[in-house]
């Protein structure tokens, strides 16, 4: 083999070699590229994801059949539970507003270490929860466990609750009798579901004003499950040595005996809608300036031929008289004395629908009586 032979080999190995190092460089250089882009593109995708399961927490979401947010993503959501972000101070602990990277609005109840609540209890609470799905109860997205944080994450309820406005001089006045009428149908509805449609029966034991949200339209939505019992099968009443709730709104078997059912959730309806009628709070008339209480001066008037004079003034000339009359009627049969003079949620949404015949209430529960004058001055507490 001559010189320039061996050289033109040499040459076209060489050339190869160059070749397939070239080619491997370039290889690896996009794999190296697509690699960096689908490392990039997963933790985009983990970031933009509002529900970010928590991998170190001891697999406690295993058995909850809910997503989970991580304590980084709810604290950026509220930014870093910021004073200005917070709505509320509930029994268990404060309420915040939060707004998730894809401008999803959240709220957020942050259980407080000294609410007494276990995991166990946690747990059993979010489960409970997350199986309602009604119109009118408020909507479980998501929760977190992590370490010694026990936080819900609720669809957010712009107008918040009912109380703000009912009790609020310049608000009620945008709450006329046509906003109060479907606001008082929804709560007794949402009840019914919890009483009678849902898969378990469900006792709420804390229904009051402040625990009825108002979305965008003014749709009502019951909140706050943490006191909520649950029945199976054909039982329908309990009892409790640690009674909870909100006095005022409690039924008298319930407060005194710790004996509650249904029919304790129907006395704290028939509460509720004393106070959108009237526009007064239930335990603002335990009052040493007055001798009544609602129940009192509602009982009054209704023996008086007076019901009507009931009606928050700021109502005007909004009302349809025979509906309000008809809520005046049911609200004291809600609040009779005994549980089985009261109706069913049931029957409350047929009697708030129809214009059936109503039975005559009789002396309700927590009568409080010292003056039968202070039911002629109940307007001019208005």
């Not at 939505?221 to 943490?226: A, L, N, P, R, V």
């Not at 009697?351 to 039911?375: I, M, R, T, W, Y």
Request: charged share 25%.
């Amino acid at each position: 083999m001559s010189v320039s032979e061996i050289e033109a080999k040499k040459g076209r190995r060489m050339k190869r070699a160059v070749i397939v190092a070239v080619s491997l460089a370039v290889v690896s250089g996009m794999l190296l590229i697509i690699g960096f882009y689908i490392c990039r593109s997963r933790t985009k995708l983990k970031e933009r994801n509002e529900v970010v399961v928590h991998q170190n927490n001891g697999g406690q979401n295993e058995d909850l059949e809910l997503p989970f947010l991580d304590f980084s993503t709810i604290a950026s959501a509220t930014d870093n539970f910021e004073i200005n972000y917070k709505l509320g101070e509930g029994g268990f602990g404060p309420v915040y507003k939060g707004i998730l990277e894809d401008g999803q609005e959240i709220a957020v109840k942050r259980l407080s270490t000294s609410s007494g609540q276990g995991l166990n209890e946690f747990k059993s609470e979010v489960r409970l929860i997350a199986k309602l799905q009604h119109r009118n109860l408020i909507k479980l997205l998501a929760c977190c466990i992590q370490e010694e944080e026990k936080m819900l994450v609720y669809e957010y309820m712009p107008n918040k609750s009912l109380d703000s406005f009912i009790f609020d001089q310049t608000k009620s006045k945008m709450l006329d009798w046509s906003k109060r009428f479907p606001i008082i149908c929804g709560i007794a509805r949402g009840l019914q579901y919890l009483h009678q449609d849902s898969r378990l029966r469900i006792i709420h034991r804390d229904l009051k004003a402040s625990n009825v949200l108002l979305d965008s339209e003014m749709n009502p939505k019951i909140s706050d499950f943490g006191m909520a019992r649950t029945f199976g099968g054909d039982q329908s009443e309990g009892n409790t040595n640690r009674v909870v709730g909100t006095y005022g709104y409690m039924a008298p078997e319930y407060a005194f005996d710790g004996q509650f059912s249904t029919k304790s959730d129907v006395f704290s309806f028939g509460i509720l809608l004393l106070e959108i009628i009237s526009g007064k709070k239930s335990r603002g008339f335990y009052d040493p300036n007055h001798s009544h209480n609602l129940i009192g001066i509602a009982w009054i008037l209704w023996n008086e031929g007076r019901p009507l004079d009931l009606i928050d003034e700021c109502l005007g000339e909004t009302c349809t008289l025979s509906e309000v009359l008809r809520c005046i009627h049911l609200s004291l049969l809600c609040v009779q004395q005994r549980p089985e003079d009261r109706p069913s949620m049931s029957s409350v949404v047929v009697v708030l629908g129809s214009e059936c015949a109503l039975p005559q209430p009789k002396k309700p529960g927590f009568f409080l009586e010292k003056d039968s004058n202070v039911a002629h001055g109940f307007s001019n507490l208005n």
